[in-house]
């Protein structure tokens, strides 16, 4: 385990190569590890990273046959509006879902360039691995993620994360749980 600045890890994006002028990013990790912390501070450092959270994906009521891979998710149009668009230097456009009123809101446009990051639950699900030109893996054991989760289930993410083992895919492994400050350092497992 090794303490780094948060700086650095946007010198490593910006530094890493590229396979198209979008660097896109994959950030996973068990419900309440860190990720949308990791990920906030991230792009807190630096404007030109875009943050597409997996929960703009949700499925309404009526679900779909994608529930299997990401239960509640449509990875299907994260592919389609997001990842398959930026992976051919075109830009990305969806509609995020909106909880507060269960439906889909105004369109979201991401432009060609620059880094986009793909964070939260079951980001990493073969299905979307391979469009990721770096993927990060955050964890934290239950102890420190279950009081962080209130009211949320964490259990349903347990069959995706035995089955796939998305963490040993991970260019890089974080310890969310670690006692230092989220907006300025992170520590490397």
């Keep these: 385990m090794r303490v780094e600045k948060l700086g650095g890890l946007v010198a490593r994006l910006h530094a890493h190569p590229r ?16 990720k949308t912390t ?8 630096d404007p030109g990273i875009e ?11 009526e679900g779909s046959p994608s529930d299997d891979v990401a239960p509640g998710l449509d990875w299907r149009r994260l592919r389609s509006h997001v990842l398959l668009p930026l992976s051919r230097d075109l830009a ?12 889909l ?11 986009v990051i793909v964070e939260g639950r079951c980001a990493l699900v073969k299905q979307l691995a391979t469009f990721y030109d770096f993927r990060i893996w955050v964890d934290a054991p239950p102890e420190v993620r279950l009081p962080r989760l209130g009211e949320q289930d964490g259990a349903r993410e347990g069959a995706y994360i035995a089955a796939e083992d998305p963490a040993r895919a991970a260019h890089l492994r974080i310890d969310g749980s670690a006692p230092v400050d989220p907006t300025v350092h992170y520590v490397r497992l």
């Design 19 to 34: 396979r198209r002028l979008t660097l896109l990013v994959g950030v996973d990790g068990p419900p309440g590890s860190g």
């Design 38 to 45: 990791l990920t906030r501070a991230l792009a807190g450092l």
């Design 105 to 115: 809101g105004p369109w979201r446009e991401l432009q060609v360039g620059g880094i």
């Design 51 to 61: 943050r597409v959270e997996m929960e703009e994906f949700r499925l309404g009521a």
């Design 92 to 103: 990305g456009r969806y509609q995020p879902w909106r909880s507060e009123t269960c439906s």
